[in-house]
Structures are given as C-alpha cells and as structure tokens.
C-alpha cells in the first residue's frame, strides 16, 4: 500500500511543443495537484497524448518548463522520472508472462526475490488476475491485458499514472467494469491519475477535474460539474454533450444575473454577462429542458413544435423546431415525449434560468 | 494472415511459371542424382553404406557443420549489430549501413574470395601492416585455413542474415521499448532484456538462413581453403569429376539436400516465411 504523500504534484509552465512548422502544444499551463485524477479530454489530434509523452519524458516540449513536487524535471530522462505509463495498446512484453510483466519494474529496481514475489502476487490479487500469473500478454483477454498494464505500472508505486486511452480498445460493458475499478485503485493507492480520453462522459464520470484540449491548446480546467454546466467556449459546451443553442438579442446584466430577449420572449439567466453584450447565444442541456402546455409569466420559456423522438430506453430525445426556426433537442420520460408528438401542434420549452448559460455570439 | 480465395489463386498463378521452372531445372535433374545414389556403380545401398564407413567423408560431414554453425554465430551477430544501425540509427547512419549491406551484392562471390586473399594471406595487407606496427614478427597464416573459409563465408552471408532481422526490428511496437524505460529501465536493460527477445523469430530465421546457406558453399571454400579445409560441396564436386564415383558423389548430395530439407521444415515451424523478407 502506498503511504499518502507519495503522489507527485506536476506543474507545467507554458509548455509547447512544436513538430516541424506544426505546433502540436501551444503554451500549455497547468497544475495537476496531489492525489488528483486529471483526465485529459479533447478531440482526436488535440494534442492529449503528446502532452502525456512529455509529462513522462518521452517526448522533450520545445518550450517551458516542467515541475514534479518543486523540482524541475523538465531535462530528466525518463528511465529516472519513473512515472506509471499505461500506453494505448497496453505495449505489454510479448516474450514475459504477466508475474514477470509486472516484476519488470521491480527488477529494474534490483529488489530483492522475496519482496518482488511478495508485491507481484498482492498486485495481481488487486486487478483480479489470480490464475493468470503464468500466461503470455497474447494468451489473455483484451481486459486482462488491460490489467496487466495497470498492475505493471502502479507495483513500484509511481508519483503519477499516466494513462492514454486505456480503454479505447474494450466494448462497452468491460469498459464500465473497468471505469469502476480504476476509480478504486485512485483511491486505493491514492496516486496522481493523469487519464487521456475522448470520450466525453469516460471524462465526467471519473475524473476530479477535466482538461479540455483542442488544436494544441488547453480551453478550460475544472471539476466536471464546472465544466459541464459552466463552460467557457462554444467548443467545450458542445464537446461535453449535446447542447441547445438559442440566439439571444438585447443581452444585460440584471440583479442575479443577465437578462435578454430569446424569440420574442424575455429571459432571464443567472449567469453574469460579463464577457457578453447585446446579441450572444443561449446554451441549455437537453436534459435541464422540461416541455410544458403553458410558460408561467415570468418563467423561461419559447414556444415550438415536436417533430421527430428518439427512443432511448429510459427517455426519449424529441426533437423540436422554435417558432424563429432554431433546432432544440430534449431528453424527456417517454409518456411526456408521446403526448407532445401526438398533439401534433406547439408546445412550451421552459428551463430554469440557473440552467441556461450565455456564450458570444458566433465565437468558438 | 489467411488471403481470400481468390488470392491465393491468384497468387499461385504468378507463381506457377517459377515453379514449372525450378521442376523443370532442379528437381526433375535432381531425381537423375537420386537414382545414381542407389545405382552406381551397382544397384542397391552400397554407396550409402560407404558414406556411413568411410572416415574422409565423415570429417568433411563434421568440419562443414563445425564451420556453419561458426559461421552462422558469426554472422547473425555482425548482421544484427548493423540491422541495429540500418533500422533505428539517424538518418545518415541507415544510408551508411544500407550502403554496407547492399555493396557486397553487387560484387561477385569470386571476386570476394580473391580479395580476401589478398587481403588475409602471407604478404596480404593485414599481415604487412600487423609486421609493420611491429605487433608479430612472423606472419600469421589467416587463409588456406578454417580460418580463411570462416572470414569469407561469413563476410558473403552477413548481408543475408540482415533481412530477417531487419523484418523482426521493424514489426517490433515502439512503445513497448517506450514502455519498458518508462518504468525504469535504463537503454542498456531495454536492449538486452526486451528488444533482443522480441526479435527472436529474426534470429532464429536468420540464423537457419546462414546455416543451411553455409552447408552448401563451395567457391569460398574451395579458394580460401586451400584444399585443406574441404567442406561438402567441394568433396561432392571432387567425387563426381575427379574421382570419378558418382554413386558416391550423389549419396552425398541426397544427404545434404534430405538434411537441408529437415532444416527448413524445422525452421518453418518456428518462423513464418514472411517474417524473412
Ligand atoms: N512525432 C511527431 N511528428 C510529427 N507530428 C506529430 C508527432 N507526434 C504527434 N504529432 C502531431 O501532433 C498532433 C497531436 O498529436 P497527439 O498524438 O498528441 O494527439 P491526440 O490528442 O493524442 O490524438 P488522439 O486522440 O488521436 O490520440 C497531431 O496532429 C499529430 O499528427
Ligand atoms: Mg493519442
């Protein structure tokens, strides 16, 4: 078991990394604290694996400066950084069993036989292998390996885990299952987690906070509620889920929050307008919108038309078209779905004003 | 990897004009040889028998294994340390060793052979220079030996015994040696303990390439030999022209080929064929 205070805190100040012409990380500041699971998530080029082969020395940044708990660690090699590296594709020793896959680092370390005995077999208990220990990486299961590559990178106890894709290749079942084991390792070991992923919800669901990632550089950190809900850009707002984008006009601040007129309605959000004046674009969730016969005076609501659903099983997505002509997309119990289709004619969106965000019109 | 049908038929049939043309030119003369064995000078075993008694014959047996399996240590390992350089060296040192690896094909096996001669014997280039820094004081006989036959078959063979190393470096994951310094290991282990293993099949497929290469040499031997060192192909040769026992010159022959036959079956159970190209 690992003692707290081993995790590492890693600072990176203003790294870039440059590939040719092509800037593959642009000026890249962020501090991944003690303990925490950082999950880095952007679209595929981003930058994300990149980012992770510099944090584990692999890769050296053509600018900036890195730090592991104070030090800088920018010139460190990577055999003396001895960060955990689970790769995507695992990158398993083909020609080692999986006990020797997971000693490989313990050897290195010229620990004595007992103790490399003794922490292979407690970590092959811990990623629940038991009966594996003698068979090849290609004699086991996509899973398997998976786990393989987890215990060979967690046993010598590294300040930080780096994990890229782990589990791009798993269907979607074993992926959950393995979702939830590696949020108990985080807690077991108590370690940094630094996890690459371009699944959206992968992202949410684990992490303590999200870094979003698009075209080299990072667009906004945060707990995943905070970026979810709160999101700075156009881009992160619909990379995270899907989203409903309304234009607004005449946007003001107003007591708790900002005022503006969304098809011929007046609304209110509670989010400050600072950043945004006169036209912008209103952002909701499908899930925050709710479909009603009649919007209250007061309350946050337009007017359209049911067109289409989508059955989901727990839901249904009901697709909807404004008045003004804008496109809105619910997710709503199946009853509230086949009613509102049924009816044929208009119904109300409505949505509490804590719900809707604003975004600058036509900005990324 | 299994082709579609269609593939494989389509395959086959680019292959058949080959295949009619080594029937035609080596297996078909080849059962001629066969038939001899048992043939000449009477019908029956006899010759094989004489092969088994005949103590010449078997120390040439012994020496060609002797020099192959030397040869063959010799080789792979001078070819891996270049294919090392050809396949992962920057990018001048791959011009230098592609350079390395392809002259020596362009120059025939004859021409090799008196080069090293000239290089190797009496009053050769190494000889005098050795003399001439004063390190010996008499020459050192380096041809018309095993010596000789070892240097030359092997500088002929290294080129060969690149390609099946170079296959297996190439195929190999990058981010397993990535894997393995990140966890630890200095560039030294990685090599040893995880980037020559993974490159076994292109050992062993290199090292049964030279070998079997090696059982049939026979200019090499012949010129940096001396005569001394007669190895199998040369005592066939001397059997079937200037004995003249044919019987026994073919008995030997069919030997070689049932051996080598063995090696390949073998090494085609460990190595798939297109891991040699
Ligand atoms: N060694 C390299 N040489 C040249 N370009 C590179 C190199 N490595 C990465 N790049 C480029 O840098 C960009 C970022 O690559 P990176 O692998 O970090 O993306 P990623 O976010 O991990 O994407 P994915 O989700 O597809 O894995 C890509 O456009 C890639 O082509
Ligand atoms: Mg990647």
Redo the contacts with the bound molecule.
């Keep these: 078991m690992q003692q707290p205070g081993r995790a590492a805190e890693i600072k990176a100040n203003g790294i870039g ?1 440059s ?2 012409s ?1 800037r ?2 642009d000026n890249l500041t962020l501090d991944i604290g003690r303990g925490e699971f950082l999950t ?1 998530l ?12 510099i944090l584990a020395g692999f ?1 050296q940044p053509s600018e900036g400066r890195l730090f592991s708990d104070g030090t800088d660690i920018t010139d460190r090699p990577a055999e003396q950084r001895a960060a955990g590296m689970v790769f ?1 594709g695992y990158a398993l020793f083909p020609h080692m069993s999986v006990e020797q896959n997971i000693a490989f680092p313990l050897k290195v370390r010229k620990k004595s036989a007992s103790e490399i005995k003794s922490r292979v077999g407690e970590m092959v208990e811990r990623v629940g292998l038991k009966g594996h220990e003698k068979k090849l990486p290609a004699q086991l299961s996509g899973g398997q390996q998976q786990r393989v590559a987890l215990a060979r990178a967690l046993v010598f106890e590294p300040g930080v885990l780096l994990l ?2 782990p589990f791009s290749a798993l269907d979607k079942s074993l992926r959950g299952q393995m979702q939830a084991e590696m949020k108990r390792l985080h807690q077991e070991t108590g370690t940094t987690f630094v996890f ?3 699944d959206q919800s992968e992202a949410l669901a684990l992490s303590s906070r999200v870094a979003i ?1 698009n075209h ?1 550089k990072l667009l906004q950190v945060g707990r995943p509620d905070e970026v979810y809900d709160r999101p700075a850009s156009r881009f992160v707002a619909e990379f995270l889920g899907e989203i409903n984008m309304l234009p607004v006009k005449g946007v003001k601040p107003a007591d708790n929050g900002a005022t503006g007129v969304c098809e011929d309605r007046a609304v209110n959000m509670r989010c400050k307008a600072e950043k945004v004046r006169g036209d912008a674009i209103l952002a909701i969730r499908p899930e925050h919108m709710s479909i009603a016969p009649e919007a209250a005076a007061g309350e946050n609501g337009i007017a359209a038309t049911a067109v289409a659903s989508t059955y989901l099983g727990a839901a249904t997505k009901l697709d909807l078209t404004t008045r003004q002509g804008a496109k809105v997309t619910v997710s709503v119990p199946n009853e509230v779905a086949a009613a509102a289709l049924s009816k044929g004619n208009s119904v109300w969106l409505t949505w509490p004003a804590e719900k809707g965000f604003l975004l600058p019109d036509g900005g990324q | 990897m299994r082709g579609t049908l269609s593939d494989r038929t389509g395959a086959a049939l680019l292959m058949a004009p080959l295949l009619l043309f080594l029937v035609l030119a080596y297996a078909w003369p080849f059962l001629g040889v066969v038939k001899w064995s048992f043939t000449l000078p009477t019908p029956g075993l006899g010759q094989y028998g004489a092969l088994v008694s005949d103590p010449l014959v078997q120390s040439v047996f012994v020496r060609t294994l002797r020099i192959a399996a030397i040869v063959t240590i010799v080789s792979v390992t001078a070819a891996y340390a270049i294919t090392v350089v050809w396949v992962r060296g920057s990018p001048v040192q791959r011009v230098l060793a592609e350079f390395c690896i392809l002259v020596p094909f362009w120059i025939s096996v004859l021409t090799r052979a008196f080069g090293w001669v000239a290089l190797l014997s009496n009053r050769g280039l190494v000889n005098t220079w050795l003399q001439s820094i004063g390190f010996i004081s008499e020459p050192l006989t380096l041809v018309r030996n095993e010596f000789g036959v070892i240097v030359g078959m092997s500088h002929f063979l290294i080129p060969f015994a690149v390609f099946p190393l170079a296959s297996a470096m190439r195929s190999l994951d990058e981010r397993v040696l990535l894997a393995a310094r990140g966890l630890g290991s200095s560039r030294m282990r990685t090599f040893w303990t995880v980037f020559v293993p993974m490159t076994r099949s292109g050992i062993i497929g290199s090292a049964m390439i030279t070998f079997v290469f090696s059982l049939g040499f026979f200019v090499t031997p012949a010129i940096l030999g001396g005569g001394r060192s007669v190895m199998i192909a040369e005592l066939i040769y001397l059997r079937i022209f200037q004995s003249p026992d044919w019987g026994l010159g073919a008995a030997i022959s069919v030997v070689l080929v049932v051996f080598v036959g063995a090696l390949m079956a073998l090494l085609f159970r460990y190595v798939k064929p297109k891991q040699l190209v």
């Design positions: 990394k590939f040719g092509f593959a990380l880095l952007g679209p595929s080029g981003s930058g994300k694996t990149t980012f992770l082969m890769v995507q890229d894709e690459v992923t371009h990632f080299g």
